[in-house]
């Protein structure tokens, strides 16, 4: 009894270091973020050009925070203490170190299209993007991380319901996230697809993006389908 108690300790103290490892990893990226391409201002006019990147940074900062929150909630709801767990949630890190530079870029570029649209003036701090070739390079990047971020997750869900001990309730829940990450990797795919067959006109450049637009109709697929799933079996 003493070395099994021994082992399921040393096994919480891993996990705790693992959650902390994972936590900063996420806080360096965000920090990635905020300073990415950026020097300190140095007088008024520098710190209004900083502050046009506040948009961009917000919406990778929520995208970010969401595959962070997704992790959060497996391992305080569904953990396993095992090596599969471990090399998964490594995994999750390893591609959202990957995923912040083609996140930022892309928001980048996104805001610098509407405000060159609408201003007739170029954002500042706006990434360099010379061709077509480029836009769809950078769609690449993007869609390969997002679909690697969102299949760690879903492997994580999977594994989970097929060995975590878990209610009706929880195993509804896990079901949830692990069709949404599922989901997000073929929307991600998809996106990826499109952006290499459509054509080198600046015309079809807005397409892969506009592809995630559908992430927002399945999440409410699946939360329909979990009221209804929580409703049956109540």
């Given at each position: 009894?003493?070395?099994?108690?021994?082992?399921?300790?040393?096994?919480r103290?891993?996990?705790h270091?693992?959650?902390?490892?994972?936590?900063?990893?996420?806080?360096?990226?965000?920090s990635?973020?905020?300073?990415?391409?950026?020097?300190?201002?140095?007088?008024?006019?520098?710190l209004?050009?900083?502050?046009?990147?506040?948009?961009?940074?917000?919406?990778?900062?929520?995208?970010?925070?969401?595959?962070?929150h997704?992790?959060?909630?497996?391992?305080?709801?569904?953990?396993?203490?095992d090596?599969?767990?471990?090399?998964?949630?490594?995994?999750?890190?390893?591609?959202?170190?990957?995923?912040?530079?083609?996140?930022?870029?892309?928001?980048?570029?996104?805001?610098?299209?509407?405000?060159?649209?609408?201003?007739h003036?170029?954002?500042?701090?706006?990434?360099?993007?010379?061709?077509v070739?480029?836009v769809?390079?950078?769609?690449?990047?993007?869609?390969l991380?997002?679909?690697?971020?969102?299949g760690?997750?879903?492997c994580?869900?999977?594994?989970?319901?097929?060995?975590?001990?878990?209610?009706?309730?929880?195993?509804?829940?896990?079901?949830?996230v692990?069709y949404?990450q599922?989901?997000?990797?073929?929307?991600?795919?998809?996106?990826l697809?499109?952006?290499l067959?459509?054509?080198?006109?600046a015309?079809?450049?807005a397409?892969?993006?506009?592809?995630?637009?559908?992430?927002?109709p399945?999440?409410?697929?699946?939360?329909?389908?979990?009221?209804?799933?929580g409703?049956?079996a109540?």
């Open positions: 009894m003493s070395e099994q108690h021994d082992a399921a300790q040393a096994g103290v891993e996990a270091r693992l959650d902390g490892f994972i936590d900063a990893a996420f806080a360096f990226a965000v990635v973020l905020a300073i990415a391409g950026a020097e300190v201002p140095r007088n008024l006019h520098d209004l050009l900083a502050l046009d990147r506040i948009p961009a940074f917000a919406c990778s900062f929520a995208t970010l925070m969401i595959f962070w997704r992790h959060v909630r497996w391992r305080d709801r569904f953990r396993l203490h090596t599969t767990s471990m090399m998964l949630s490594l995994m999750l890190v390893f591609f959202a170190l990957i995923f912040v530079y083609p996140l930022n870029m892309l928001f980048q570029a996104m805001f610098s299209a509407l405000y060159e649209a609408f201003a003036q170029e954002l500042s701090g706006a990434p360099t993007i010379n061709s070739r480029d769809k390079a950078l769609y690449v990047c993007y869609g991380a997002y679909a690697c971020m969102a760690s997750l879903a994580l869900y999977r594994h989970s319901l097929r060995k975590a001990p878990m209610s009706h309730a929880q195993r509804i829940e896990a079901r949830k692990f949404t599922a989901g997000s990797v073929c929307v991600a795919l998809l996106s697809l499109v952006t067959v459509i054509p080198g006109t015309a079809w450049t397409l892969p993006g506009c592809l995630y637009i559908l992430l927002t399945m999440y409410w697929l699946a939360a329909r389908w979990t009221k209804r799933a409703a049956y109540a």
